[in-house]
């Protein structure tokens, strides 16, 4: 069965990157037609979509964030990563990696990883 799990630090500084890797297990990040996505919850509030990757490697972001967000990949190691730029308090939450596809019924994140805290502060 395919599994996600993210990694990467607890504790970020503001104005600093937030850098966080999904690790995939028990399938492959390049099958089509398969999307890999970030996805946040602030404490208190609700689920953001962040962006994905694509099985084929096409990114995308949310409006909102796309100034600051980079969604990359890295084949060899199945694994695809976040990057959040000057980040700020209000960045701190729970992120999660998610498997969507790429057509059809979108976003229904079939898959999930347990999720990491990330906290933004000095």
């Known amino acids: 069965q395919v599994q996600l799990q993210e990694s990467g630090p607890a504790l970020v500084k503001p104005s600093q990157t937030l850098s966080l890797t999904c690790t995939v297990s028990?399938?492959?990040?390049?099958?089509?037609?398969?999307?890999w996505s970030w996805i946040r919850q602030p404490p208190g509030k609700g689920l953001e979509w962040m962006g994905v990757?694509?099985?084929?490697?096409?990114?995308n972001y949310s409006p909102y964030l796309k100034s600051r967000t980079s969604i990359s990949r890295n084949t060899s190691k199945n694994q695809f990563s976040l990057q959040l730029s000057s980040v700020t308090p209000e960045d701190t939450a729970v992120y999660y990696c998610?498997?969507?596809?790429?057509?059809?019924?979108?976003?229904?994140?079939?898959?999930w990883g347990q999720g990491t805290l990330v906290t933004v502060s000095s």
């Open positions: 990757v694509t099985y084929n490697g096409i990114t």
């Open positions: 028990g399938g492959s990040i390049t099958t089509s037609f398969y999307a």
């Open positions: 998610a498997r969507d596809r790429v057509a059809g019924v979108i976003g229904y994140f079939e898959v």
